[in-house]
């Protein structure tokens, strides 16, 4: 059984950091990609970045390029996001998701990934 546990999320001032880990067992696909989403009230769920886990590429919704990183330790399967330079826009319930290895146009759509998280909330203040 697939277990994705999200880890790292909390309170910070625009223009500060935060570092979240989502930590994957129970998967068994050779290459696969492995995605942060994040959730507003009153919002869609949205693509945030995405990495595969075969070649290492990520990607990134435009909102955040520049600003956040995708990593990935393959040995101890885990992704994490580096968020820096947080705005207030950025507060939402961040979840990650993981799937076989797609397409990279299709990596930042929800509807592309069957395995998700429990999503740890970050909230960012002015």
């Known amino acids: 059984q697939v277990q994705l546990v999200e880890s790292g999320g909390g309170s910070v001032q625009a223009g500060g950091s935060l570092r979240l880990s989502c930590a994957a067992s129970?998967?068994?696909?050779?290459?696969?990609?492995m995605a942060w989403f994040r959730q507003a009230p009153g919002k869609e769920r949205e693509g945030v970045a995405a990495?595969?886990?075969?070649?290492?590429?990520?990607y990134y919704a435009d909102s955040v390029k520049g600003r956040f990183t995708i990593s990935q330790d393959n040995a101890k399967n885990t992704v994490y996001l580096q968020m820096n330079s947080l705005k207030p826009e950025d507060t939402a319930m961040y979840y990650c998701?993981?799937?076989?290895?797609?397409?990279?146009?299709?990596?930042?759509?929800?509807?592309?990934?069957?395995?998700w998280g429990q999503g740890t909330q970050v909230t960012v203040s002015s």
């Open positions: 998701a993981a799937d076989r290895a797609k397409a990279w146009w299709l990596a930042l759509r929800p509807s592309e990934y069957n395995y």
């Open positions: 129970g998967y068994t696909y050779s290459d696969n990609c």
């Open positions: 990495i595969y886990s075969r070649s290492g590429n990520p």
